[in-house]
């Protein structure tokens, strides 16, 4: 009983800390990472309370076009990589993505994320046109793009054509594990160099990983918090592993709904002005996934506005949430899901601000540029 007590208070002052400094040692991490169901709550509240802090009872919405399913590299874990012989592969033309976007803007989104896998090097300048396209079109909607690993002038080129953001996971910082993820002719160096790129060309960048990935320990975790802090990102995208039938990791448990959302809360006391989606994965394992996302933290989500024909063939994970509020159609539904919590769409393009303080004084000013001005 004394020993129960004794590790609530140390939580809580660990949470305390987080909050106050934005980092704590290693040791801190692994308790916040291992501590029971129970103590993790405080975790999940602190979390949220900053991010109400920061963006107030509004949750971003991306809009969500699955570009192609077609990909050069052979990722262990995923089903679109290019042995799985299952698939029908497609690729969207560059008139499908624009009614896409013109449907998602009469919704009311005002960003619209290109994800895909990784297409022939031979087609930058397509990927560049479109993006050009969007951008003459939509002036006031930020483009994402989630497109994998590129040359430093490919980036460049689908800066210069109009896109402002890129999502780019690093999956695991660590090496040995990246190796059990990935084929041989793939390379945490160049997943990093990618990252450090997209920095320099003025990307606004996100990274992240898979939670409970195949050969994953919780040093791994701790690892990739610490490479996130080094590394500073705009973005922050964490869903569980889910395995997919056709893959070489077909046969690996499904990460932990918990296990993300604490790292949703652990990163959102890291980062108060971070955009952090509660993910598809989550919600696809956790039938309230997006909810308890939200309750610990995160602040985006993303409904897909890929063609339904094409929705089904861009089978990432077994199980995948496509329906409903998932859906940009159903945005309604989400509307209301959100506003059963409290909450409401902010249908701005959420951009990444140093300093966004809801209707209030910062209270947390280490990162404040308003209180170091
Ligand atoms: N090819 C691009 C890339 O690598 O960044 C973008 C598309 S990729 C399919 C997007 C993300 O899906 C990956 O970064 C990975 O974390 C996630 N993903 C792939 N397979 C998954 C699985 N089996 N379970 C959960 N997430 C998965």
């Given at each position: 009983m004394h020993l129960q007590i004794y590790c609530g208070i140390f939580m809580k002052h660990l949470v305390d800390t987080l909050r106050r400094c934005h980092h704590l040692p290693s040791s801190g991490y692994v308790t916040l990472l291992s501590c029971d169901d129970e103590q993790a709550l405080y975790l999940h509240q602190q979390a949220q309370q900053v991010a109400i802090e920061r963006f107030g009872h509004g949750i971003?919405?991306?809009g969500l076009i699955e570009l192609t399913n077609v990909c050069r590299n052979d990722c262990l874990y995923c089903g679109i990589r290019r042995s799985n012989t299952e698939l029908e592969r497609y690729m969207l033309t560059s008139e499908q993505v624009l009614e896409c976007c013109r449907q998602g803007y009469e919704l009311?989104?005002?960003?619209?994320v290109l994800q895909g896998g990784e297409l022939p090097r031979e087609r930058a300048q397509w990927i560049a046109n479109i993006v050009s396209l969007i951008r003459k079109r939509w002036q006031d909607c930020a483009i994402t793009l989630s497109l994998g690993e590129w040359s430093r002038e490919n980036y460049e080129l689908f800066k210069k054509a109009g896109a402002d953001r890129y999502l780019l996971r690093h999956e695991t910082h660590n090496a040995?594990?990246?190796?059990?993820?990935?084929?041989?002719e793939m390379s945490l160096d160049n997943r990093l160099q990618c990252l450090q790129w997209l920095k320099e060309l003025g990307f606004?960048?996100?990274?992240?990983?898979?939670?409970?990935?195949p050969g994953q320990s919780l040093n791994n975790i701790v690892e990739d918090i610490e490479f996130i802090e080094q590394f500073q990102p705009e973005m922050i995208g964490l869903g569980p592993f889910v395995p997919q039938h056709a893959t070489p990791l077909r046969d690996y448990p499904t990460g932990s709904a918990e296990l993300t959302c604490r790292l949703y809360s652990i990163f959102r006391l890291m980062f108060p002005n971070a955009l952090i989606p509660s993910t598809t994965a989550l919600n696809s394992i956790d039938a309230n996934g997006r909810i308890k996302g939200i309750m610990a933290g995160a602040n985006v989500v993303m409904p897909n506005l890929s063609p339904a024909t094409v929705r089904d063939s861009y089978t990432l994970y077994d199980g995948k949430a496509t329906g409903n509020a998932e859906a940009a159609e159903g945005i309604a539904q989400l509307q209301a899901q959100l506003a059963s919590i409290g909450y409401h769409i902010d249908w701005g393009r959420g951009d990444f601000n140093k300093c966004i303080m809801h209707n209030a004084q910062c209270s947390i000013n280490a990162q404040c540029i308003m209180h170091n001005a």
């Open positions: 971003y919405v991306r009311g989104f005002r960003t619209f040995e594990h990246y190796a059990r993820l990935h084929p041989a606004q960048v996100g990274t992240g990983i898979m939670v409970g990935s």
